[in-house]
Nanobody
Framework: VQLQASGGGLVQDGGSLTLSCAASGGTVSHHCMGWFRQAPGKEREFVAAISWTGGTSYSTDSMKGRFTVSRGNAKNTAYLKMNSLKPEDTAVYYC????????????????????WGRGTQVTVSS
């Protein structure tokens, strides 16, 4: 399975971006998809994830209010819509896929995810 993340870029404080993650190269049903980010000098952190059935989880209340994770109808694509972006949201954003989460579980920890995309840079200028 390969994951390709896209949609990153440079945006001003308060702007919006939508990231996409497309899974290819295999058929995996009942998987979860998640988003993580890593800023320079910091550890990779969980952002949001979505279960096979559409349940969602967000890292913080702030992200829950500004970010929305979703899946495409074919379920092999995940999206992260980010509104009201702040300079502290600047990071490389990675998508990931967990093949063992089942129908309703929403994975949050990096070690739960089996496949990772290369990441897409999001830069928010002040």
């Amino acid at each position: 399975v390969q994951l390709q993340a896209s949609g990153g870029g440079l945006v001003q404080d308060g702007g919006s971006l939508t990231l996409s993650c497309a899974a290819s190269g295999g058929t995996v049903s009942h998987h979860c998809m998640g988003w993580f980010r890593q800023a320079p000098g910091k550890e990779r952190e969980f952002v949001a994830a979505i279960s096979w059935t559409g349940g969602t989880s967000y890292s913080t209340d702030s992200m829950k209010g500004r970010f929305t994770v979703s899946r495409g109808n074919a379920k092999n694509t995940a999206y992260l819509k980010m509104n009201s972006l702040k300079p502290e949201d600047t990071a490389v954003y990675y998508c990931a896929l967990d093949t063992t989460c089942g129908l309703n579980y929403v994975s949050r920890r990096p070690r739960e995810f089996d496949y990772w995309g290369r990441g897409t840079q999001v830069t928010v200028s002040s």
